[in-house]
């Protein structure tokens, strides 16, 4: 049994956004696998709730008319890596969230909860940053959309405003459009863990397959938020294809990133990690994408 | 301190395909209302955060960890444990009887939850490779088997149900 | 005569547990009882100066909070040890229900009981504690040192015990010209057991007496520590096990029973639950002591060993608990698996600020090999020596007796388990192979042995009871006080029956619950024990059963008891074979006698004074992805001999497991403290690294079967055993692949970074 002062269940994404207004203090729960796990641990004790859990309308994946894909924020990752739409233009984000946790975890845990925890190893973050994601936040003035990458404010906090719900995260056409990527979780055991490190890297190549349109990296557990390592993008933009290139873009990921010594792992140790990562993930996406390394 | 008020709701939903209704504090978790409530003894609480898979349940036919599920969440759901998977004169259920066969079941704490898992697997109809059937049994935890003989229960009882010889 | 001995029977308890229906301790708990939830400490050393429990007795559910200054003024001890009656061979009584000096990050405090859980934990939290402060060590060294805190009053520089081995003349022997020397310090971690079912227990009063239901291993020897800890008589104490969910060790000690109960007895005799949680479990219940072992070989350059000294210092924690009988056994094993004419050898046990060290499956032994184990395969890398042929020409050869146990090794059992294995992995050619590899990504294969011993004879008494009731069906039940914990002593114990006493298997009801009251004495499941040792009574019982039955025979056929035979359940007259009667007619005429009604039963106790050596190897083969410092473990292959399977299958499943232990002990598993906090920092089972169902490769597991000339049933050690060879061999596996040797476990991809960085496969 659980320490919670209140439990209110929200019935419809109208009526969520007028119980936040209605209890400023309450805590919305998703799936509940971080929200009741940290009310066991004495963290968020007696705290009131707010169940958006049955809320269907903000559960799926689709695609707009503009060609953004839509992923509700209460669709679970099993469900994110099953989807058809997800598996045609960002199977990598599918890949990556088939590695959160084991399987039932996978089941409870949605896409909306791992990113408004705000914390920095979770599987589908790097990749959303990798992507460009657009978070969509649904509040009392209506829907607003905000970059992935301003949503993370700080370690576990991220932009969600008075009486607002993220109702859905979007991935824009033209971050997915002729993209490949590949997402390398780094951790101490093979299910059932957190990252000690997330890489997830997509590029573009040219038609002819030899020149790299544009390359993303991201990382998460390489800094308090995820994050883009730019500098080795802007390296790999309009180069040929090469091992060597991917090296090199490695090598510049140390630019960007700023893990830090922690008991699960110690900073240079993360950063030897990030480099080898990102190599792999680079000729990976490279051979994705039909290039020839 | 001040006196909590409890808050009673009543939640309907089907366990292992019969309709019940119970009113339970909204503070319980689902593992809670099952042992509670139902004297459900199959489903077991190893850590109760999601990480041991002990009190693992199919809730519309995917595996949940009730022990990180609210039981008010299963109003309007199909929940199966352990004890639907009994015939009606006690026969088990093949994935049951392989677990016995091939040794499978040491100190019988994990099974249910690693036997419910399993139901799910086997209801997808599909074939899978060693690898695969172990990232699918990957949420749960065993300390005794080495989970040698879970595998091989399930993938026996996977051939088995699709129609074809166990590989060698 | 259909044997079931030798078969692998289903388990007797597989239904139960298939069901979900097999009852476990809060199973069996009414829903009614009040709920007590201890309150630890938040420093790792010091006094409580007060509780302030206004805030906790406040909160609405709370019945009653008991702290550390309401506890009885006894200390006692808690290790899953028989009792000794001499005063000097008796287990440390070292702490208290609720201890005012805490002694580790966890220690017990306070403890509240509430009606339900979520009222216990808030006056848990609600309970304000002040604490004087002192300062703490970690580490088992440093708690040696002069001026380092005194962590239990009767220890000068902590030190628990010390004992030592002197063979030949270490130092006069290690001067021969042309020795090579080889000098290594090991390490292993705090590992925890992990048990799926924490511990937990409930107790309630009943006519004057308190009784407990338990997750434990040992119910008889927990009524005495019960009895112990509240200064109440023995007698006055129950102890109910049910099934449990595995214990490995920890279920080994008396946990949280004497606390349970004396909660009770705090609230009028009602009910009360205490259950562990996870996190507790971790770190108030027991760990593996992690022991530094530093060992020096001399050596001939054609592998002789000359000279060997080995210093082992084992980290206790806060209390005694199984103290310093772990390092001693790692210790006396030392000269015996590869005896040296000359050995020095000293071990400590240490008490330091950590949680307490107890038993867990290898009881010393998987540090031991460890460090044992990666020395040698140091040595030959050093000699330039196989390995495989080191140990060919230094194990523990046939004949060898040990002077102290008087165990002797009857068979060429190394050789026959390493034999087995090399072909299952085909190690030689590999072992080539793999020399001199470059590029990032190699292989490699590594070998182990370990010693073992089974039950703990000499050291302390080894006796067991079994008593065998007839039913009117010809069917009987029997109890031992030896306990089912997942290993499967029950069907193994039902097919020793069915076989010694002629009945089919079917016919053979096991009670599975000890329960003090009822079951007769057996100190319970540890030291690999219970198939040899309880083999003994259930052996000699089913022989005075039988007699009883064939005596009642006589009298029922007027045949001569040398003509009786009692064969699968029918009574037999041997001279022609025919059979007389069944058992099930016989017995329903013997209790049902207006003449001489008996009711047929049996009950003996046997003391046995002997031990048997139980050996094997593990041989793995890894993958290691240098740039990415990860060891994959490719291929695991146990080989045991114990001599004669009771039930292969089980024996099997008990092999797997040990061996998945061993790969979390090898490659992932440890239980991590805050220096500058003395706080745990990973203590659930997210953050400590359990194998998963992916971190293994298939588990092979293989027997040699040798019988076991002093085994009623030619068997002997094997639940711990597959604990203890497969870390070494894995870190061996390393060797041969990399080149670099590691000296400590687990070989964590945090630990191969550091080392392949000074090695110079990594350079950033």
Not at chain 1, 193 to 215: F, H, M, P, Y
Not at chain 3, 326 to 351: H, R
């Amino acid at each position: 049994m659980y320490d919670m002062k209140a439990l209110y269940q929200a019935k419809s994404v109208k009526d969520a956004v007028a119980l936040r207004l209605a209890h400023p203090e309450a805590q919305i729960i998703a799936g509940g696998s971080d929200v009741l796990v940290q009310m066991r641990e004495g963290r968020r004790a007696g705290a009131e709730l707010i169940s958006i859990q049955t809320l269907d309308e903000i559960r799926g994946v689709s695609l707009d008319a503009d060609g953004t894909l839509r992923i509700g924020s209460l669709t679970s990752f099993s469900h994110i890596t099953r989807d058809p739409l997800i598996q045609k233009y960002i199977n990598v984000l599918g890949e990556a969230v088939d590695q959160v946790g084991g399987p039932q975890i996978r089941n409870i845990g949605t896409i909306g909860g791992n990113t408004c925890n705000g914390v920095t190893s979770a599987d589908s973050a790097s990749t959303l940053h990798a992507w460009d994601a657009v978070v969509e936040l649904t509040g009392p003035e209506g829907v607003r959309r905000q970059s992935i990458h301003d949503f993370y404010i700080k370690a576990g906090k991220v932009d969600i405003r008075e009486g607002e719900i993220q109702t859905a995260i979007l991935i824009p056409k033209e971050s997915y459009e002729n993209c490949f990527g590949h997402y390398i979780k780094y951790a101490m055991r093979n299910a059932m863990d957190i990252a000690s490190l997330g890489t997830s890297v997509n590029v573009r190549l040219s038609a002819d397959k030899k020149t790299v349109e544009r390359a993303r990296v991201a990382f998460g557990v390489a800094g308090p938020v995820p994050l883009r390592a730019e500098t080795a993008e802007r390296l790999a933009a309009g180069q040929p294809v090469s091992l060597e290139l991917a090296e090199r873009f490695a090598q510049a990921v140390k630019e960007d990133i700023n893990p830090r010594d922690s008991w699960r792992a110690a900073r240079d140790f993360r950063l030897h990690i990030a480099v080898e990562s990102a190599k792999r993930a680079f000729i990976e996406s490279v051979k994705l994408a039909g290039g020839d390394l | 301190m001040e006196k909590h008020n409890i808050q009673y709701q009543t939640v309907r939903f089907n366990l292992n395909g019969k309709d019940v209704e119970r009113t339970v504090d909204v503070r319980a978790s689902l593992t809670d209302m099952l042992r509670n409530d139902f004297r459900m003894t199959s489903v077991k609480k190893g850590c109760e955060v999601g990480e041991c898979g002990a009190c693992n349940v199919l809730i519309d036919g995917e595996a949940f960890n009730s022990c990180i599920y609210l039981a008010v969440w299963a109003e309007g759901k199909k929940v199966r444990t352990l004890e639907g998977l009994l015939g009606p004169n006690g026969e088990l259920s093949d994935i049951q009887q392989a677990f016995v066969d091939e040794a499978a079941i040491q100190c019988g704490f994990c099974s249910p939850g690693f036997i419910l898992t399993a139901v799910e697997i086997l209801e997808s109809g599909k074939e899978y490779t060693d690898a695969e059937l172990r990232k699918l049994l990957s949420g749960h935890l065993c300390r005794c088997t080495g989970y040698e003989n879970i595998l091989r229960a399930v993938k026996k009882t996977m051939y088995k149900r699709l129609g074809k010889e166990l590989p060698r | 005569m259909s044997k079931s001995v030798g078969k692998s029977v289903i388990r007797v308890d597989a239904y139960e547990k298939a069901t979900g229906r097999a009852k476990y301790m809060d199973d069996l708990c009414d829903r009614s009882a009040l709920i007590a939830k201890i309150c630890h400490s938040t420093i790792a050393h010091g006094f409580v100066k007060s509780v302030d429990t206004s805030a906790a007795e406040a909160v609405p559910g709370v019945v009653k909070v008991l702290t550390c200054f309401d506890a009885p003024d006894i200390e006692f001890p808690t290790a899953g040890h028989p009792w000794s009656t001499d005063p000097h061979h008796q287990d440390v009584a070292d702490r208290k229900l609720l201890n005012r000096h805490v002694r580790y990050y966890g220690d017990e405090v306070a403890v509240v009981i509430a009606e339900d859980e979520v009222a216990a934990a808030q006056a848990v939290r609600a309970l304000k504690v002040e604490y004087e402060e002192l300062p703490f060590v970690l580490d088992v060294q440093e708690a040696m040192k002069d001026g380092a805190p005194q962590i239990q009053e009767r220890a000068q520089n902590n030190i628990l015990a010390h004992s030592d081995v002197r063979r030949g003349d270490y130092e006069t022997a290690r001067r021969e010209p042309g020795l090579i020397k080889v000098e290594g310090w090991y390490d292993t971690p705090t590992v925890q057991h992990c048990h799926i079912e924490n511990h937990g227990c409930f107790a309630y009063e009943e006519a004057g007496r308190v009784v407990v239901v338990s997750s434990t291993q040992i119910p008889h020897i927990v009524r005495r520590v019960v009895g112990q800890a509240l200064g109440i008589p023995w007698g006055k104490v129950r102890i109910i096990k049910p099934y449990i969910g595995g214990g490995f060790g920890n279920k080994q000690d008396a946990l949280y029973e004497p606390l349970c109960a004396w909660c009770s007895t705090k609230v009028g005799g009602r009910l009360v639950k205490l259950e562990c949680s996870r996190e507790e479990t971790f770190v108030s219940n027991r760990v593996r002591h992690a022991i530094r072992t530093h060992i020096i070989s001399y050596v001939r350059p054609d592998g002789t060993l000359v000279a060997r000294k080995l210093e082992a210092f084992s980290n206790q924690g806060a209390y005694a608990s199984h103290g310093h009988g772990i390092v001693a056994k790692g210790m006396n094993a030392f000269p015996q698996l590869y005896p040296c004419p000359n050995v020095e050898c000293d071990s400590w046990t240490v008490y330091t600020n950590r949680p307490s060290a107890g038993a867990m499956r290898g009881y010393g032994i998987p540090q031991a090999m460890f460090a044992g184990e990666s020395h040698i395969d140091d040595i030959c890398k050093a000699i330039h020596m196989s390995p495989l042929e080191f140990r060919r020409k230094n194990l523990m050869p046939v004949g060898y007796v040990d002077g102290f146990s008087k165990n002797e090794l009857y068979s060429d059992t190394f050789n026959q388990c390493m034999d087995k294995a090399l072909e299952l992995l085909d190690y030689r050619k590999k072992f080539e192979e793999y020399q001199n590899q470059t590029g990032p990504i190699r292989r490699g294969v590594g070998l182990a042995v370990f010693w073992y011993n089974t039950a703990v004879w000499p050291i302390s008494l080894e006796s067991s009871s079994c008593r065998m009731v007839l039913n009117q069906d010809g069917s009987l039940q029997f109890q031992t006080g030896e306990t089912e914990i997942g290993q499967g002593c029950d069907t193994a114990y039902s097919q020793m029956v069915a076989d010694a006493v002629g009945i089919p298997l079917g016919d053979v009801h096991v009670v599975s619950t000890q329960d003090t009251d009822i079951t007769p004495f057996g100190t319970g499941a540890y030291a690999s024990r219970q198939t040899y040792i309880g083999g003994f009574s259930i052996m000699q019982t089913a022989l005075a059963l039988r007699e009883r039955i064939l005596a009642v025979a006589h009298e029922q056929t007027r045949m001569p008891i040398s003509n009786l035979d009692l064969v699968d359940g029918q009574i037999v007259r041997k001279s022609d074979g025919r059979v007389l009667k069944s058992l099930g007619d016989l017995a329903t005429e013997s209790l049902y006698s207006l003449e001489s009604s008996r009711h047929i039963t049996a009950e003996t106790t046997a003391q046995i004074k002997s031990n048997a050596y139980s050996f094997g190897c593990s041989f793995a083969e890894v993958e290691v992805d240098i740039p990415m410092c990860k060891a994959t473990l490719l291929r695991l292959v146990n080989v045991h001999d114990c001599g004669t399977l009771i039930n292969p299958a089980l024996a099997e499943a008990q092999v797997h497991g040990g061996m998945s232990m061993a790969i979390g002990y090898g490659l992932s598993e440890e239980l991590k403290f805050d220096e500058k906090t003395g706080k745990p920092l990973n203590n659930n089972l997210l953050d400590y690294k359990l194998s998963t169902f992916m971190d293994h490769p298939t588990l092979e597991a293989a027997f040699v079967e040798n019988p076991e000339p002093t085994s009623p049933y030619g068997t002997k050690a094997l639940g711990e055993p597959p604990a203890c060879s497969g870390a070494p061999a894995i870190r061996n596996a390393i060797l041969n692949a990399t080149g670099v040797a590691i000296d400590s476990c687990p070989i964590t991809p945090h630990v191969l970074y550091r080392k392949f960085k000074e090695a110079g496969l990594i350079n950033d």
